[in-house]
């Protein structure tokens, strides 16, 4: 999660679904994201097409261990 984000050298923007979608457009556009983590209740609300969209809900998580 988060923590990952931050140890790769990223960086975390929190997009509170709440907030007019005008605001969340320019935050996007702003922070100039690699990637966007989404969930059903918010993938809509995001029109950026130049950043990865990564659907937490339809990611398949693999936690097998070699």
Known sequence: GLLAILKAGGAYVPLDPSYPRERLQYMVKDSTPVALLV??????????????????????WDAQRE
């Open 39 to 60: 969930q059903a209740g918010t993938r809509d609300l995001l029109d950026d097409e130049h950043a990865l969209r990564i659907d937490l809900d339809s990611v398949t």
